[in-house]
């Protein structure tokens, strides 16, 4: 499929931009196409060599660094946003009636949007987790060395001042999540197998695996 049809057919299902940009990187892997050569070759991204848009390498969307004060808060500059990709510098816009959400990731409604003054998402320390040296056992530290019960890390609700307690939550630095064990031995949910949950526990093949279906009704329900 050609690259310009691709990127058409994801916007037609109204995908968001950073599920548009993953779907789209997956694409170039399966295409033999490094990042600079899809940017390159589609004319929906259009490469800006303009030497007062920096390289932010952070791998995330990003502003002009050095947009125009009076233009912050205009419609067309805060739908317009950026990538830096091997080096060179991408543009992207926002379709139509849209403004693009940095702290997101993506292009929403205007009423949405409240972030276009801010250039760039917020980079979030990584927390300190144990080598914080918190006196009780069962705390870990924030990355500014507050300390707080180790099941507020990665539990969805920010409470370390920094944010460093949300801000690190993958599987390789989630202190909470589920230790990794002998595939022999491993049973779900305490355990995984494989980072991206396709790899089956304990060597079953897919006949094997033992499925369960548990259906539950309110108070209305009926019998026919």
Known sequence: MHLRNTMITLNSYGFTTQLRHSLLMVFILLTSLNAKQFAQSSNLFKRNTRPSIECLKNDRFYRDPHRLVHKIWTNTECSRYFLCLDGDVFE??????????VVRQICDFKQNVDNCDITAEKQIPKPLLEKGGCKDKTHLSCADGTCLPSE????????????????????????NAAIS??????HL???????DGTQI???LSPNMVPQMITLTFGKQWKLY
């Open 92 to 101: 992207f816009k926002c379709s139509e009636g849209l403004l693009f959400d």
């Open 152 to 175: 507020y890390f990665c539990d969805g609700s920010i409470d370390c001042p920094d944010e460093s307690d949300e801000g690190w939550c993958d599987m390789d630095n989630d202190p």
């Open 181 to 186: 064990c002998d595939m022999r031995k491993c």
């Open 201 to 203: 526990p304990g060597q």
């Open 189 to 195: 949910p305490d355990c995984f197998c494989s980072k």
